[in-house]
């Protein structure tokens, strides 16, 4: 119970800074805390002093101990082969525990002593692993390069007394680093790569052969070539290597091997190596320009292969060192034995053989030649390689399927190791086969002891199939190398197909396809889009392979069909390839219009051309127009009585370009622009260049080349506007059209001068006396303003003779100047030009015929029953007597008058390249009155005759002859 006084308790409020007695008790057991602290503190001080101190007692004792244990070591005698093993025992206990802890002087003074005794003792040493191991630690643990090297000194000293060297890992790794990290001089280096080649596979095969790597080796050396051979042979653990490392390790292989004979070892090692290599070599120094020296490599028409083929194989570059080594596999020698291997009849050594050499040709593709000239030379190898392709069951299969291509199923069930020799001695006959038929003529393609003509027929049957077969297959793992086997395979059909075109020994329709449907239509849109994005790409400068954007999913089969037309377009229908052409054009033309068809501003390039300087007034109008040129043109005509009459409707225009290409093209023009072969066939007039080469004139030479590239457009501007041009160029000219990069070969050299070429040929028969009474030499003379000058055909070509060791190099050379390189400035301008009207990838869908027919139609004559299947009548009905009486005129016209008819109505000399059906608008045939006086007249924007309803046949013709031999431009209309 509480009692209650009456009062209650005030709560007191402190107003000073007194504390209270709660605070007072916080802070005293604060302080408590603080001095338990340092009361800690200075006990685990004492204590950490004290354990201090006796460790440092400890290690000046120990290392008292251990310097007097080194002293006693340096100093005890050694009188028999036990103190020395007792010795040794001693240094590996040292090395363990006492070594790595001293100064560098110590050690210095250990390992030097050590070094002394070995070399100095014939005492056999029992615990070798244990010294090894014991140098290796100390190898691994110092940094002193004068300690390092007396390390290495001990170890060679020990190694070099064993015969049976235990594993030692992790030793040649660190021998590496003292090589890679330190300066050493060329004795000390010496001294570590002996170590090494001593302790090879005793310890990691992957730090051993990596050995091969460094850039130290540069002369032979049979020692480490005898231990490669004993140690490392074939295996896959190469697999752990990139490109490079697998490269060097190559090189130096060869260095090592220098000038010994190839062993099978050698053989097994260098195929290992290549097999696993998959990139390209060239050499750091070269670069892109082109070589005008002869190369059998220059010939290859690139045109045709596959563009995978380059984008998925990297590109290794090497210096000059590297590629001298790589050139001994490239050597007869190396490459005679490789072929002796294809030869044995050891599976195995075979196999080894088709590894090796296509993996030398796809390697290092400037030295490829070498190979393939090498396996030209072996009598009867082609015949060899062509019968052992014939007895597999491949070979079978593709010739009998009677198929244009063998399906993916049937080829799954055959032996996979069987398909790989095939395709690997198939790759390596046709890149072999290849190369001779660049540098073969024709006269000598098809000889006995190469491979007879039949068998060639027999062989492009088989590699046809083949083409279509890689195109079109859905599983690409069936074959090795696939991208390089489809490559050479599209080449070489591409090449034979050429040959075929000079020699033709095969029917007209072999090529037509059996079963294999090109939908031109279908294909069309899928081309236009690969166009866009093409050009998408150009104009915004990306660097992607065309065609990879695509806008919606493309069905394989369309994809493979696309291919075809790309690398082997001869197997689609020319009419199907020029409608495609016509199509891309079309296409260009919508891209490129820019105006608005409802407002009919389109924009047009006005030129007043007089027709005595047609091409001048042409070319100063348009020759800075470039691409623009694309646009529609709008020229007046003027003669000498002023303006022509007409109003262009397209007639004028076409009347324009003829009249530019007549003058421009003819040989005796002012310029001199063009000569002509002995079958008048135009090329670019050799004479520019020669006179450039000579430093003469050169401002004019400029001019006329200037007027070379707009000849080029105008061309480009012809076939652009689908007008056919009466001129005709020389195949070895339209090649380069096709393929830009082409170069012509001797065969092509018959077109240029038949003469020329037979007496070439006749040179070969020659006995070498015959030859040097000729007293010919690799050069050749020109005339040039009855002054003479002399130019190499190689440099230094005017000392060199011609005799029978080199001269089919001299053939080659000489052809090589008459057709590229005395044309290649001229072409180069000639095409800048063509190339800005017409896409050169367009063009590469025909070869140089085709193109020819492109340019100016087919037939020299007329197809007088599609002309009249395909005219439009007007005031007349097809059975008047006046239309009667036209077309037994036209029937009785020699071919020239008919085609001065089509021109007078067309303004094209020819018909139309797909018929009169194409003919746009239609050619047609009015009535213009009863006015017999009259002369017959044409609208040729519209391919419109105007013919007066004569009444007697002989009237009629007289007219007709008279208006179409008159040429009096568009006056008569």
């Known amino acids: 119970m509480f009692n209650f006084s009456g009062s209650t308790k005030k709560r007191v409020v402190n107003l000073g800074n ?8 916080i802070n005293f057991l604060e302080q408590s805390r603080l001095q338990r602290q340092e009361r800690e503190y200075q006990k685990n001080k004492e204590k950490s002093a004290i354990i201090i101190q006796n460790h440092i007692r400890k290690y000046l004792d120990l290392k008292k101990n251990s310097f007097a244990i080194i002293n006693d070591w340096l100093n005890f005698p050694i009188n028999n082969e036990q103190d020395f093993n007792s010795w040794i025992n001693q240094f590996i206990n040292l090395s363990k525990w006492y070594l790595l802890k001293q100064d560098d002087d110590l050690i210095y003074q250990v390992i030097k002593s050590l070094v002394e005794q070995l070399s100095d003792s014939m005492f056999e040493i029992y615990n070798t692993d244990g010294v090894i191991l014991a140098l290796n630690k100390l190898l691994s643990g110092l940094k002193d390069i004068n300690i390092l090297d007396l390390i290495v000194q001990a170890l060679h000293i020990v190694i070099s007394k064993t015969t049976n060297l235990g594993e030692v890992h992790g030793m040649i790794n660190n021998l590496v680093k003292v090589f890679n990290n330190y300066e050493l001089s060329p004795k000390q280096r010496e001294v570590v790569i002996d170590l090494i080649f001593m302790i090879n596979i005793h310890d990691s095969y992957h730090d051993f052969i990596k050995v091969l790597t460094l850039d130290y080796f540069d002369s032979e050396n049979k020692k480490y070539l005898h231990v490669l051979r004993n140690t490392i042979g074939p295996t896959t653990r190469i697999l ?29 090692f260098i195929g290992s190596v290549l097999e696993n290599i998959h990139c390209r070599l060239k050499l750091k120094d070269d670069d892109d320009e082109e070589e005008e020296e002869f190369d059998a490599k220059d010939y290859e028409d690139d045109s045709k292969l596959n563009s995978n083929s380059a984008s998925n194989t990297t590109t290794v570059y090497i210096n000059d060192k590297i590629s001298d080594s790589l050139d001994k596999l490239y050597s007869p020698v190396f490459i005679q034995g490789t072929i002796d291997l294809l030869k044995n009849e050891s599976s195995e050594l075979k196999n080894l053989a088709l590894k090796i050499l296509p993996a030398l040709i796809n390697l290092y593709p400037a030295l490829k030649g070498k190979i393939c000239m090498l396996l030209s030379i072996v009598p009867n190898c082609y015949k060899w390689f062509f019968e052992t392709i014939k007895e597999h069951e491949l070979f079978q299969l593709f010739i009998n399927c009677n198929k244009d291509y063998v399906k993916t199923q049937e080829l799954e069930n055959i032996d996979k190791s069987s398909m790989e020799s095939f395709w690997q001695t198939v790759f390596l006959f046709e890149e072999s086969y290849s190369y001779w038929l660049i540098v073969s003529n024709d006269l000598e393609s098809f000889n006995q002891d190469k491979l007879p003509i039949d068998d060639v027929k027999q062989f492009i049957d088989f590699l046809k199939v083949v083409c279509l077969t890689l195109i079109f297959s859905s599983n690409r793992s069936l074959f090795p190398q696939y991208i390089n086997l489809k490559s050479i395979s599209t080449t070489l059909l591409n090449q034979l197909y050429l040959k075929n075109l000079r020699m033709k020994f095969l029917p007209r329709d072999y090529w037509n396809l059996k079963d294999l449907v090109f939908n031109v239509d279908l294909m069309l849109s899928i081309i236009a889009e690969e166009e866009e994005s093409r050009i998408n790409a150009e104009e915004n400068d990306e660097e992607e392979i065309v065609g990879l954007k695509r806008f919606k999913p493309v069905p394989i089969e369309i994809l493979s069909k696309l291919e075809v037309l790309k690398t082997l377009p001869f197997f689609i229908e020319f009419n199907h390839r020029v409608k495609i052409f016509q199509a891309l054009i079309d296409l260009d033309k919508q891209r490129n219009t820019s105006f ?118 105008i061309v480009g501007k012809c076939l652009y506007e689908n007008v056919l041009i009466d001129v005709s160029f020389a195949p070895f000219f339209l090649n380069k059209w096709c393929n830009d990069g082409m170069k012509n070969s001797i065969n092509d050299l018959s077109y240029l001068d038949n003469e020329l070429f037979k007496n070439l040929m006749k040179l070969t028969k020659m006995t070498n006396d015959e030859l040097k009474q000729l007293e010919l030499t690799f050069s050749i003379n020109l005339k040039i303003d009855n002054k003479s000058y002399n130019l190499d055909l190689l440099p230094n070509g005017a000392n060199v003779e011609v005799d029978s060791s080199n001269i089919l190099n001299y053939i080659h050379q000489l052809a090589n100047y008459k057709l590229n390189q005395s044309l290649k400035i001229q072409t180069k301008y000639f095409l800048e030009g063509l190339y800005s009207m017409i896409s050169k990838s367009w063009l590469s869908m025909f070869d140089c015929f085709e193109l020819q027919m492109l340019i100016s139609g087919g037939k020299d004559d007329i197809n007088i029953d599609d002309w009249k299947n395909n005219v439009e009548y007007g005031g007349y009905l097809d059975d008047d007597p006046a239309v009667i009486m036209f077309w037994e005129i036209v029937e009785e016209m ?22 009169f059906g194409s003919l746009a608008p239609k050619f047609g045939i009015r009535n213009s009155g009863n006015d017999s006086v009259r002369l017959p007249t044409a609208s040729t924007c519209v391919n419109l005759l105007k013919l007066p309803n004569y009444r007697d046949k002989k009237t009629m013709r007289e007219k007709l002859l008279y208006a179409i031999n008159t040429e009096a431009g568009f006056d008569l209309s």
């Not at 047009?604 to 020759?623: F, G, M, T, V």
């Not at 072969?677 to 401002?699: A, C, R, S, W």
Request: charged content about 25%.
């Open 18 to 25: 007194k504390k209270s007695g709660y605070n007072n008790k």
């Open 596 to 713: 608005n068809p409802f407002m009919f501003d389109e924009p047009k390039l006005i030129a007043k051309i007089n027709r005595d300087s047609i091409l001048e007034d042409a070319y100063n109008a348009y020759h800075r127009q470039g691409a623009n040129f694309k646009n529609r043109l709008q020229v007046e005509f003027f003669n000498q009585y002023g303006k022509e009459a007409g109003i262009d409707g397209g007639g004028i225009t076409k009347e324009f370009l003829t009249c530019v290409v007549k003058e421009g093209f003819n040989p005796d023009n002012a310029f001199e622009l063009f000569k002509e072969t002995g079958d008048n066939q135009l090329y670019p007039n050799d004479k520019i260049f020669e006179i450039l080469y000579v430093g003469m004139d050169k401002e004019f030479q400029q001019i006329k080349l200037d007027y070379i590239r707009f000849l080029g457009m």
């Open 240 to 268: 752990q290597f990139d490109d490079e490392e697998l490269i060097s390790m190559l090189s130096t292989y060869l260095v090592i091997h220098g000038s010994e004979q190839f062993t099978q070892s050698d053989f097994l």
């Open 894 to 915: 020699t071919p020239q008058e008919r085609c001065k008819l089509i021109k007078f109505v067309t303004s094209v000399s020819r018909a139309p390249l797909l018929g």
